[in-house]
């Protein structure tokens, strides 16, 4: 029967006291919160850790670190705020949950997986353990909020510019090579000056915003929505032919001509004109866009709120 860390410590209260969740201030010595042995161990796995700030590394260094002081087949980590999934090793039925807190920072959850239940005393010692995982972790968390930061529309939330054109040139490489299709869908909003003028900047940028999220609510967690300037956004769909581009299209033309925007007591209505291209052999992503451009303004030309793939 498959065991989490709760009902093994629950089962083990006799001589191993629950501790709940993992915390750590901001004054607090390392080695003032683990058993001596531990503390070349632990000073050792600390400073393997501190040698990346990039989230995935410090995930599989700490699971391979570990495993050499306690077996386990797994490891998993996650953080609902950042909406960050890491898994490291394989799946088992045994678990062993560590929420993990720095001055109430709420860092996320390590769990342990393994085949057969932990004991007691593996337990005590993936604690003590896991107190090297404080710091480096929390810098990383840092490190990827600042990239994330610079790669992100702060009023829409969608990637930038700048992340297009590093996105755009990996995946563009990565189709080419596996020959796989990939698809790019521009959509434009109609009329938005209209919006601007008639209810100001601030209904603008809602109406924006109403973009962004009703786009990213038609589309895969692999698609990623871009803000190509102004109020005209892009979508890069991996994997995607142009027939299944411009369903995604349709989709999300319906979707938003729906929606409803709030303002002043009243429900503003927006739709858009989508312009749909696909990776040819030899295309670099300037001829890519251009041809989504021209589908798009074909779209705008043809009456607004539809969509048109490339000729």
Not at 116 to 126: D, I, Q, V, Y
Request: charged content about 25%; aromatic content about 6%; overall charge negative.
């Amino acid at each position: 029967m498959a065991t989490t860390s709760s009902n093994v410590i629950s089962d083990l209260n006799a001589y191993f006291p629950a501790r709940g969740p993992i915390t750590m201030s901001a004054n607090q010595n390392l080695a003032d919160t683990v058993e001596p042995r531990a503390d070349s161990r632990l000073l050792e796995i600390t400073q393997r850790l501190t040698t990346t700030l990039d989230l995935e590394s410090l995930i599989q260094v700490f699971f391979s670190e570990i495993a050499q002081d306690v077996d386990h087949d797994g490891m998993r980590y996650h953080n609902q705020e950042a909406r960050i999934e890491l898994q490291v090793g394989e799946d088992a039925v045994h678990s062993a949950h560590y929420e993990l807190r720095v001055n109430q920072q709420d860092l996320g959850m390590i769990t342990f997986l393994r085949r057969r239940p932990f004991n007691g005393t593996e337990l005590k010692e993936l604690e003590d353990l896991l107190c090297g995982l404080f710091y480096p972790l929390r810098n990383a968390l840092m490190y990827r909020e600042a990239l994330r930061s610079a790669y992100v529309d702060p009023l829409t939330g969608a990637n930038n510019r700048a992340a297009l054109e590093m996105v755009i040139r990996r995946d563009r490489l990565l189709a080419q090579r596996q020959t796989q299709p990939l698809s790019v869908i521009m959509l434009d909003v109609d009329h938005f000056k209209q919006i601007n003028d008639r209810y100001g900047h601030a209904c603008g940028d809602l109406a924006l915003r109403t973009v962004a999220q009703v786009t990213t609510g038609q589309i895969r967690g692999s698609d990623q929505l871009f803000r190509y300037g102004g109020e005209e956004f892009l979508l890069l769909l991996s994997n995607t032919a142009q027939g299944g581009a411009k369903h995604v299209a349709e989709r999300i033309r319906i979707a938003l001509q729906d929606a409803n925007i709030p303002w002043e007591g009243r429900n503003l209505h927006l739709t858009a004109s989508f312009g749909v291209a696909s990776l040819r052999a030899g295309d670099d992503s300037t001829a890519l866009f251009k041809r989504a451009d021209e589908a798009l303004y074909r779209a705008k030309r043809a009456g607004r709120n539809q969509v048109m793939g490339e000729l």
